[in-house]
């Protein structure tokens, strides 16, 4: 995928936002540019989940993640302004899930003549349970029109591009390799077929809860699968869904 093609939801999104805002300014007749900056810190809750697409028996379970960035707010006068923000996020959750003659590489030690070792990988299948953990951590670039709705409250939302910084995610599948009928417990690799793209949409709400402090509440949706297109061993869409949780507070 070329460098333009990742980042054109980005730039979609942000001729988008401008448009609007600057359609406010001309109907506000406001005038002039007051930017503000600041930083931002929370926590995410959510998981990767399979939208439409979950297994029978598939469950798992959040784990409270992290938010921390900072943003500036392009106000144009009237109800409409510009925000752009640079965030790291942390995303995890467990997972328990059914897989079904999955495709699956087996790694088998043959031992040389010369007392070495040699890996064999073997294309085979898998059937049984996967359980592991989602750990992920990203940079996120979000750009975003927003809406002054009441006094202290704005409507909020755009969307974001994010980058894989790290990844710790694993999973054990425990069940049957191939045709052999004694169950087996076996790495799944999760850790090395994590997509190193994200973007997706935001949407939420700010409320200024003092002239320096915002509480801003919203939801993100993923628009590509966490995993590389080539791990074939999942074979549907992953998507991040999770809520953020910030606080912010204006620098200046």
Known sequence: MSA??????LLCCLMVATTISLLGQSHDGA???APS???RIGGAIGSPIPIGDVPDGADGAPAIGLVVGGYIDWYSGGNWSVISE?????????FNTPLTDQPYVERVPVQTPDGGT????VNTTFSGVATGEFSNDYLQ????????AFDNWRMIGGAYVGWLVSTTSYATGTGQVGIRPETVEKDMYFDEKINALDYGIQL???YQAFTDLSLDLRGVLGMTSIFDPEF???????????FHMTLSYRVF
């Open 4 to 9: 333009f093609a990742c980042c054109l939801p």
């Open 31 to 33: 005038t002039g540019i």
């Open 37 to 39: 900056a600041g930083v």
């Open 86 to 94: 640079i965030q790291f996020v942390h995303y995890g959750s467990t």
């Open 118 to 121: 040699v890996i064999f990988e």
């Open 141 to 148: 670039v979000p750009i975003l029109a927003a809406w002054q």
């Open 204 to 206: 939420g709400t700010q």
């Open 232 to 242: 074939e061993t999942v074979d549907r869409t992953v998507q991040n869904v999770f």
